[in-house]
């Protein structure tokens, strides 16, 4: 079993910088494709972005220049640096792990999730 803690959400301004943490647990991350997903009220859980456990990463459009996904293995954390948020970024944002390795872009391939972190940006 994995267990993953996401942490550093919060309240910012546009135009802000925010750092989200995902501390796993229970298991080395290292063999596994690791993502964060993000999901507003009403909406579905999107992809935000993803790395392989090669280190291919993946981003979608929405967020490509202002995000970077990176793994610090021997703290066996997964970070995404977000820079110029925008109001439209806000949303809880999930950390997922998939034990294929794979990077996905739908929810189901991933075995994992943590119970979310709160995003909001104010205009």
């Known amino acids: 079993q994995v267990q993953l803690v996401e942490s550093g959400g919060g309240l910012v301004q546009a135009g802000g910088s925010l750092r989200l943490s995902c501390a796993a647990s229970?298991?080395?991350?290292?063999?596994?494709?690791m993502a964060w997903f993000r999901q507003a009220p009403g909406n579905e859980r999107e992809l935000v972005s993803a790395?392989?456990?090669?280190?291919?990463?993946h981003y979608t459009d929405s967020v490509k220049g202002r995000v970077t996904i990176s793994r610090g293995i021997a703290k066996n954390t997964v970070y995404l640096q977000m820079n110029s948020l925008k109001p439209e970024d806000t949303a809880a944002y999930y950390c997922?792990?998939?034990?294929?390795?794979?990077?996905?872009?739908?929810?189901?391939?991933?075995?994992?999730w943590g119970q979310g972190t709160q995003v909001t940006v104010s205009s």
């Open positions: 997922a792990a998939a034990t294929t390795g794979g990077a996905y872009y739908t929810t189901s391939p991933y075995n994992y």
């Open positions: 790395i392989t456990s090669r280190g291919h990463t």
């Open positions: 229970g298991r080395s991350i290292g063999p596994f494709g």
